[in-house]
C-alpha cells in the first residue's frame, strides 16, 4: 500500500470520460485504492479545455495535477484534446495519461508523439484495474515531481 | 561412219587415176583388170571421176552448213555425168552422132575391139545415170529426195552388182551386150558405181538403210548378217562353181544343181540363224516387259499407299509447286474447305485465305521458297482460312519443302483450331470467373477477419463494465445477502472472467493477419531465451527443463514467431503429465528450409486427432482439467501459413508430443 503524505492536500485529477458507468467504476477504484485524491469529471474533449481554461461555470475551478483522458468521446475527442493543450503555452507542461479501452498499436504511437505522458489500457478485470490505479497514483504522486503550481 | 562416204569418193577418185594412167600408158590391165574383160572407156571415167567429186562435195554440203554455191557445183557435176550417160543412151537407141567416146583416146579406143569401141556400155549408161541422179539429191533434206535418193542408189547398185556376179559366174549378159562381149561394164566401173553407192548410203548415217545397218535392234542385227553374205555368197559360188567345176568338166547341169543347193544350204542356215537372233530378241522383250510390269505395279502400289496416307490424314494436306499453285489436295481439304477437289488443282494456294492475308501470304510464300525449311505447326502467326461459302476459320499451319524431279513442292498441312481456341476462350472465361470468385472470398474473408477483430475489441469495454460492477457489488454487499446471492455474483464474475480470455484470444488470433510487421531476419536463439526468461516464473514452479540447440536465423514476422515458440512451449509446460515438464527445441535443413521441432514429454495427443488441434476453439480437454481458449494452436498455424510453411505434430498418448514446423531460409 502506497505511503500517502497525511498533511499534504490532496492531489487534484480530471478525469475526461463521456461514459457514466466507467466514471462510477473509476471513482470507485479510486476510493478502493485508497488514494487521497479530488477528482474532478468533465464528459468531453470541450468541457475539458474549458475546465482548464476555467471558462464558465469552471471559472473556479481548480488546475488539475494530472489529467485522465479518454480518447472515444463526443464533441471533441482526446486527441483534439491533446493537440490543442499542447499548442497552449499555459497548459502543454500538464502531464496528460490516457486511459482507454483501445488497443491500436498505430493509435498508441501517434499519442505519445502528442506528448501525452502515459498511455494505459483499462484492463478488463477490477481488480486489476484498482491496482493500475495504486499504481499509477504511487507514481505519479509520490515518485515523480511535478511542476509547483502556478495559481 | 561419216568417213564411208568420203573414202568411197576418193576411192572412186583415184580409181579413175588409175585407169587414166592404164590409158595414158597403154597398160590394159590397168583399164579393165581382168584380161578378157571390157575395159573402162574414157568417158566412163569421166563420168565416174564427176560423180566422185559431186559425192565428195555433197558430203560436205550435208555434214556442215555450206555456202549455197556449193549444192550447184554438185548439182553441176552430178548433170554432166547424168547428161553423158543419157547421150550414151540416145546414141544406142537412135545412133545419134557425134560420138563421145573418142574425146580423150581415140586411136587406143578403135584399137579396141567390138561394135562400138570406147563407147560406155548401156549397163553403164543406164547405172551411172540412177547412181547421178540419186547423187544430185542427195543433199536435199526432204522426205521424197531422201526416198528417191535411196531407191535410185540400190537400183543402180544392183546393176553394178550383177556385172559383178556375171563377172564371177562367167554369165555374160550380166555386164556385156549380148553378140557383143566387148561392149560391157568393166569390173573396175562396177566397183566405182558400188563405191559410189555405198558412199550416198554413208552420206546420212542416221536415217533410212543406213540407220538400219546400225541399229541395235534385232532388225538391224539380221540385216547385218544377211546382207553381207547374200550379197558374197553367190559371188563365191558363181565363182568356185563355174571356175572350179569347167576343170573338173562336169555337165552344167549339175553345177546348176549344186550352186542352186549350196544357196539353199547357205539360206537355211542364215534363217536358222536369224530365227535365234529373233527369238533371243523376243525373250529378251519379253523379260524386259515383265520388269516394267513389275515396276509399275510398284509404284502403283507406292502410290496408294501414299494416297491412303493422304487421304486418311485428320488435316487438310494441300501441296504446292514453286510457283504456289496447287498441286494435290487430300479428301479433309476438301471437307474444311468445301471445294470440290477439280475446282482447287491448279489454282493458287491464296484461293484458300482469305483476302485481307493474300497480299502478306504472297510475300511470305516468296520469302519461304528462298530459305525453305520445315515450319512446324502452332507457330506465332494467326492465321484463317477461308471456305467456299465465304466463311473463315483459324486454322494452324505445318509448312515442309519437298524436293523431286519436276522441282521444289512445299507440303501443307492445315489443321482448324476453331475448337481448340474456343475451348481456350472459356478457360479464359472461368479463370477470369475463378479470379473474381477468389477476390470476392479474399475480401469477405478479409471483412470477416475485421469484422471479428471489432467486434471481440468493441465487447471488451461492456464486458469490463459488468465485470467492473460485479466486483463492486460483491465487495460493497459481499455477506449482506444470503449464500447464494455471493455464489452467483462469483460465478457472474468468472463468467466474465472467461468471456475476456475468448476475447484476448480471438484478438490474438484475428490480428495475424490484420495487425502485420515487415518480414526481417530473425534469430530463434534470441526469441528463446526471451521467452525462457519471460517464463521463468512457471519454469521454477513446474520444475521445467528448457533445452534448446543452435536454432538458425529466419525471415519473418518476429512478434508472430515469438507468439508460435511461447504457444507451443506454452502446451508443452501445461499438458504435463506426473513428471516435471521437458522441452526440447532443435531445428533441421531440409531442402530449402528449417524444419523446426518442438518436442516435450507431456501427455500426448490421440492420433485421430492429430488434425484438429490446430482448429479455432478445438480443445481436446474441459476448463477445469487445463484451462484454455483453444487458440493457440490456430494462432500457430495460421503464422506459420502466412510464413509459407506448415505445422504438424507427432505424438503418442502417454508418450509426448513433437510439433514440428518450417520456415524459409535465409535468402
Redesign the interface.
Known sequence: MTEWPINAKPAEILLVED?E??VI?TQ??FK?AKLRVSLHHVPNGQECLAFLRKQGRYANAPTPDLILLDLNMPVMDGREVLEQIGADDSLNHLPIVILT???E?QGILKMYKLRCSSYIV??????Q?VRVIQEMGNYWFTIVVLPQKTN | MAKVTTFCGWFVVILCLIIWVGWQFNIPILRTLLPTAPATTPLTMLILLTLGLALIISHKVVTAPAAAHWVWVCWGLAGAAILAGVWTGLQYIFRLGPNLEFILYPQLVSQQGGIFPGRPSPHTAVSTILVGLSIAMSPLPAQLYQRLTMILSLVGLSIAWLALFGYASLTNPFYAVPGNPSTGMSPLTALGIVALVIGVIGLRPNEGFMNLLTTPSSGGQVVRILLPIAIVAPLIFGWIIFYGGAAESLSPVVLFGLSWGGTSLIFMALVIWQGFILHHGAEEREKAAEESHRLFLQIQQAEERFRTILEAAPDAIVIVDETGRIVLVNAQTEILFGYKRADLIGQFVEQLIPPRFQPQHIQYRQHYSTEPRVRPMGATLELFGLRQDGGEFPVEVSLSPLETAEGRLTTTIIRDVSEKQQVAIQIKRYNAQLEQQTEALEQSNLELQQFAYIAA?DL??P???I??????LQ?HYQGQFDEQADDWIRRAINS??QL?MV?HDI?AYSRVDA?THPFEPVPLNEIFDELTTMLAPTIQETRARITRDNLPTVMGDRSQLTQVLQNLIGNGLKYHGNLPPQIHVSAKKEDKNWLIAVRDNGIGIELEHHHRIFEVFRRLHSQQEYPGSGIGLAVCRRVVQRHGGKIWVESEPGRGSTFYFTLSQLP
Open positions: 461514459n458507468d466507467d467504476l470507485e477504484g478502493l479501452s483501445s488497443i498499436e483499462k484492463p478488463v478485470d477490477f481488480t484495474f | 475489441h471488451q469495454a464486458l469490463r463494465t465485470n467492473g460492477f460485479m466486483q463492486l465487495h466474465t472472467r475476456e476475447i484478438l495487425q
